[in-house]
T-cell receptor
């Protein structure tokens, strides 16, 4: 069993929809949770990170962590065609250097 | 502009050949990393370096080698011992080894013919 599970998609939504992207994990020691966006044939870029449980909002993006369920989510409001990309979750233990990545969910926002 | 550059963007190699992938950063970061990305799999750590002249194996180091002679540079050599080298290779850096944000380069796609 992988430490981090992520549905590969693709997830296709119309422009303006609210998108929900999710990851589940098995290691309760994870404390930092990240979301990366990766455009086709490019390197990933960090969108946001959260520490422990709770929500964090940045513009149209909201990251949510539920440690009791070992479940994290990224919500995108008012989705745009430019949001079409693969979204990778990643997580790590406190004071660890090592990031554990999900396999990524491919998102397509249709104009 | 600060960032990470990787070259070449595409690389083709014949079986049995060694190839070296370049990674350069001008972010003044101490830590650098090499990842491999395959379809349907998350990024997997090949090697990492905390500081100049020091590097450690990651989860899938077999068939790869690295050097860190300068702070800015962390080249990766894919040797003929790597059984399945066709993949997308990503270099990253962070301020320090446990730094929260890893900045990624644009990647090199290696294809073995």
């Amino acid at each position: 069993q992988k430490e981090v599970e992520q549905d590969p998609g693709p997830l296709s939504v119309p422009e303006g929809a609210i998108v929900s992207l999710n990851c589940t994990y098995s290691n309760s020691a994870f404390q930092y949770f990240m979301w990366y966006r990766q455009y086709s044939r490019k390197g990933p870029e960090l969108l946001m990170y959260t520490y422990s449980s709770g929500n964090k909002e940045d513009g149209r993006f909201t990251a949510q962590v539920d440690k009791s369920s070992k479940y994290i989510s990224l919500f995108i409001r008012d989705s745009q065609p430019s949001d079409s990309a693969t979204y990778l979750c990643a997580m790590r233990r406190d004071s660890s250097y090592k990031l554990i990545f999900g396999s990524g969910t491919r998102l397509l926002v249709r104009p | 502009d600060g960032g990470i550059t990787q070259s070449p963007k595409y690389l083709f190699r014949k079986e049995g050949q060694n190839v070296t992938l370049s990674c350069e950063q001008n972010l003044n970061h101490d830590a650098m990393y090499w990842y491999r990305q395959d379809p349907g799999q998350g990024l997997r750590l090949i090697y990492y370096s905390q500081i100049v002249n020091d590097f450690q194996k990651g989860d899938i180091a077999e068939g790869y080698s690295v050097s860190r002679e300068k702070k800015e540079s962390f080249p990766l050599t894919v040797t003929s011992a790597q059984k399945n080298p066709t993949a997308f290779y990503l270099c990253a850096s962070s301020i320090r080894l446990a730094g929260l944000e890893q900045f990624f380069g644009p990647g090199t796609r290696l294809t073995v013919l």
